[in-house]
């Protein structure tokens, strides 16, 4: 798949580019795509930029979450571009569930980060379209409004 137009400025790492929102270790320059950078995270919430490109939200706002996750609508993950979003599905290992994927050990001390557990446990994984959504700060809590569409994807095997 190719990488989508608004992706093209994103820092690149092993040939993918790095999700606005990914932690980036300030010294190495290395990503760690399990963790997130919760200054960025406040930034996409607050000023409803991509949490994949980071550039402005358009009219439908898309989240992936496992199937908990839609039924209550409720997300760590900042809403995406429909783009960025099924980018990220297809070619994001820890998204998509393909085998081999281990998370770099954490060495990021003093750093801020999150840990996604949200998604992880889940042999399913969907992709909802929505137009608007609220967030609470304590919580880190993204909630979206009613979903227009909701499409499920098995995470074993990968995504199509
Ligand atoms: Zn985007």
Redesign the pocket.
């Known amino acids: 798949m190719s990488i989508p137009d608004?992706?093209v400025l994103l820092q690149r790492y092993g040939g993918f580019p790095v999700p606005f929102t990914v932690l980036v270790d300030l010294v190495t320059g290395i990503p760690d795509f399990t963790a997130t950078d919760m200054e960025r995270w406040y930034a996409a919430v607050s000023e409803r930029l991509?949490g994949?490109?980071g550039?402005p939200l358009d009219y439908w706002i898309w989240f992936i979450g496992g199937p908990q996750s839609m039924e209550i609508r409720s997300f760590f993950d900042p809403g995406?571009?429909e783009e960025?979003a099924r980018y990220a599905l297809s070619v994001c290992p820890y998204l998509s569930g393909l085998k081999g994927y281990r998370p770099a050990p954490r060495q990021h001390e003093g750093a801020v980060i999150e840990v996604k557990h949200n998604v992880v446990d889940s042999p399913d994984i969907c992709l909802g379209n929505t137009r608007d959504f609220v967030f609470d700060i304590p919580s880190k809590i993204i909630t979206a409004a009613p979903f227009t569409s909701i499409e499920t994807f098995s995470r074993k095997g990968g995504i199509p």
């Open positions: 608004r992706m991509c994949v490109c550039t995406m571009h960025c």
